[in-house]
């Protein structure tokens, strides 16, 4: 069994998506990162950079296996499952390629979006939320011109498309039209319609926030330091 380091934000619905479609069994154990459980010394032990999504895979020979890091998550399950990854080694390079775009690019710039649009004070003005938005519009461009002739990012529906997905589905919330997409509004709408991705969506969905953060849930989220990680830990331990 695998135990599923998880809670329902785009970066916990990436590997959701591949446990459902691969119809692997797994203990979804939630990491509630506004109460601060990923400061939990256990939890940091198999997750260092105290981020969720995380995995031990208990299915192993010898000790459990922790995995962090969605894009090394994807890459050892499809991998361990020999599936939604290519066999050739150009076919494995441009998988890595877009796994390391998704979670070196797209990633980091929708994440920094969404805070500035849902939780940066309006002190901190409109310099950050804008350089976002436009990051953020520079990535579903690149994925438009990758569209262009293809129906998923490797041709074939891979982890390529996992990773990148969940962080388009929520383009209209972030304050983006894919209008001006339509490559990229069709892929989105191609891989929505998957049952597994639906499952995954949904998974832990009574678990979410219906309110803005409190002040404290602020605290724990946004005031990271090293000292206060550190702190938090100690605290947990
Ligand atoms: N690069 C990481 C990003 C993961 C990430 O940012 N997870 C967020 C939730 S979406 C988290 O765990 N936040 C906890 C915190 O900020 O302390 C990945 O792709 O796995």
């Known amino acids: 069994m695998i135990d599923f380091y998880y809670?329902?934000?785009?970066n916990g619905w990436k590997v959701a998506i591949l446990l459902e479609e691969l119809g692997l069994p797994y203990n979804m154990v939630p990491v509630a990162i506004g109460k601060g459980?990923?400061?939990?010394?256990?939890f940091m032990a198999i997750s260092p950079n105290n981020r969720m999504?995380?995995?031990?895979?208990?299915?192993?020979?010898?000790?459990?296996?922790?995995?962090?890091?969605?894009?090394?998550?994807?890459?050892?399950?499809?991998?361990?499952?020999?599936?939604?990854l290519p066999d050739d080694p150009l076919g494995r390079k441009e998988t890595m390629e877009w796994l390391f775009w998704q979670v070196g690019n797209q990633g980091p710039m929708a994440g920094q979006l969404s805070h500035f649009v849902n939780y940066a004070p309006e002190s901190a003005g409109d310099y950050g939320r804008e350089r976002y938005i436009r990051e953020y519009d520079r990535c579903l461009g690149v994925l438009e011109r990758r569209m262009e002739d293809r129906d998923f990012i490797l041709g074939d529906y891979?982890?390529?498309d996992m990773i990148a997905w969940p962080w388009v589905l929520i383009a209209k919330p972030l304050g983006a039209d894919l209008a001006k997409f339509p490559n990229v509004a069709a892929w989105r709408n191609r891989i929505k319609v998957r049952p597994a991705v639906q499952r995954a969506v949904d998974l832990g969905k009574e678990l979410r926030r219906s309110g803005p953060p409190t002040a404290e849930e602020r605290k724990?989220?946004?005031e990271q330091t090293a000292e206060s990680v550190a702190r938090m830990a100690e605290r947990q331990s």
């Open 7 to 10: 809670w329902p934000t785009p």
């Open 37 to 42: 459980d990923q400061f939990k010394p256990e």
């Open 53 to 84: 999504p995380a995995i031990v895979d208990n299915d192993v020979e010898g000790d459990p296996v922790p995995v962090f890091e969605s894009g090394a998550i994807m890459w050892y399950l499809a991998e361990k499952a020999g599936r939604f």
């Open 158 to 160: 891979s982890i390529a």
């Open 220 to 222: 724990v989220l946004y």
